[in-house]
T-cell receptor, first 115, second 113 residues
Framework: EPEVTQTPSHQVTQMGQEVILRCVPI?????FYWYRQILGQKVEFLVS??????SEKSEIFDDQFSVERPDGSNFTLKIRSTKLEDSAMYFC???WGPGSYNEQFFGPGTRLTVL | GDSVTQMEGPVTLSEEAFLTINCTYT??????LFWYVQYPGEGLQLLLK?????DKGSNKGFEATYRKETTSFHLEKGSVQVSDSAVYFC????????????FGAGTQVVVTP
């Protein structure tokens, strides 16, 4: 069964460093998403991406964040200069179609720890 | 803005007990409603969904009915198993959204033999 994969499973970095979180969505999906969950808090939407551009983003997704689909399979989230408060579990998701009718398939997450 | 409120956990039950997890929402228009489940060490999986009022979503013995009048989408299962131990998330996607999911805080369910 197709699945969304994410690497690495755990990333430890120093404050101020750049990190890139990688995701391989399901191959025929067209819509891609990033969410994050700070320990003990809700899963929060960060950004959605379609046709090589951002379609929606949250207030959390400021200039320190960027997303890219560098090739036909990967979808990345970059944090330019990490802060302590960026420590969280980051989930990638993908769906075949847009909007609220299409199931989003989630990856297992990358735990980011900023020291 | 849109939001989801669900009951706090953990909820501890014995096997074969009845499970209810309450979920209420605030949204404009007619959002779609979802329950996701997260088993230990895994990502979120869609458990069931309902896209309009009075729809009932069901899967693996779980059910939830979209109640517009009470803005609720409570999850129920008549007889839980140890394998149902997981964290359950209620979520909505607004009608003006590109699929952005708004999640509740999650409810941990622990089923003991």
């Amino acid at each position: 069964e197709p699945e969304v994969t994410q690497t690495p499973s755990h990333q430890v970095t120093q404050m101020g460093q750049e990190v890139i979180l990688r995701c391989v969505p399901i191959s025929n999906h067209l819509y891609f998403y990033w969410y994050r969950q700070i320990l003990g808090q809700k899963v929060e939407f960060l950004v959605s991406f379609y046709n090589n551009e951002i379609s929606e983003k949250s207030e959390i997704f400021d200039d320190q964040f960027s997303v890219e689909r560098p090739d036909g399979s990967n979808f990345t989230l970059k944090i330019r200069s990490t802060k302590l408060e960026d420590s969280a579990m980051y989930f990638c998701a993908s769906s075949w179609g847009p909007g609220s009718y299409n199931e989003q398939f989630f990856g297992p997450g990358t735990r980011l720890t900023v020291l | 803005g849109d939001s989801v409120t669900q009951m706090e956990g953990p909820v501890t039950l014995s096997e074969e007990a009845f499970l209810t997890i309450n979920c209420t929402y605030t949204a404009t228009g007619y959002p779609s409603l979802f329950w996701y489940v997260q088993y230990p060490g895994e990502g979120l999986q869609l458990l069931l969904k309902a896209t309009k009022a009075d729809d009932k979503g069901s899967n693996k013995g779980f059910e939830a009915t979209y109640r517009k009048e009470t803005t609720s989408f409570h999850l129920e299962k008549g007889s839980v198993q140890v394998s149902d131990s997981a964290v359950y998330f209620c979520a909505l996607s607004g009608t003006d959204s590109w699929g952005k999911l708004q999640f509740g805080a999650g409810t941990q369910v622990v089923v003991t033999p």
